[in-house]
């Protein structure tokens, strides 16, 4: 794998490395990789396309403070085929390989944010799919 693709512009300033991801959520991003080989964070075809789509570092001025994307839990997948991404990851199969919330396509429309932040169960009505969040 391309430690590239999740990590920002500046990752080897503050020492980072898989060990700054949550575990799951490296799984999750295998997983997902190989089903849809295209698919890409921050590198699309060897190419930095984005900064903050991985983890965030301090650098960051974007997002919440305290957004899953600053510990390592939190991912902005994008693929030319989103629709197909998307409802991947908001399936069965998509919670089977970890996805535990999904941020809805409506604040996201061009890419598909994943990460393994566990749901308020109160609010998590289908338990069979991740959890669909409004930012
Ligand atoms: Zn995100």
Redesign the pocket.
């Known amino acids: 794998m391309n430690i590239n693709d999740i990590m920002p512009p500046d990752w080897q300033l503050f020492n980072y490395s898989f060990a700054s991801f949550d575990k799951n959520l490296l799984t999750i991003y295998l997983k997902v990789k190989a089903l849809f080989p295209e698919l890409w964070v921050n590198v699309k075809d060897g190419k930095r396309v984005n900064n903050w789509?991985g983890l965030r570092s301090p650098s960051c001025a974007i997002?919440a403070p305290k957004?899953a994307?600053r510990s390592g839990k939190?991912?902005?997948l994008h693929h030319t085929d989103i629709k197909a991404l998307r409802s991947w990851c908001m399936s069965f199969e998509g919670l089977k390989a970890g996805i535990l919330r999904v941020?809805a396509e409506s604040a996201?429309p061009t890419w598909v944010?994943i990460?393994v932040i566990q749901p308020n169960p109160e609010r998590w009505k289908d338990k069979s799919v991740p959890y669909v969040f409004m930012p």
């Open positions: 789509c997002g957004s994307h939190a991912l902005d941020e996201t944010h990460d």
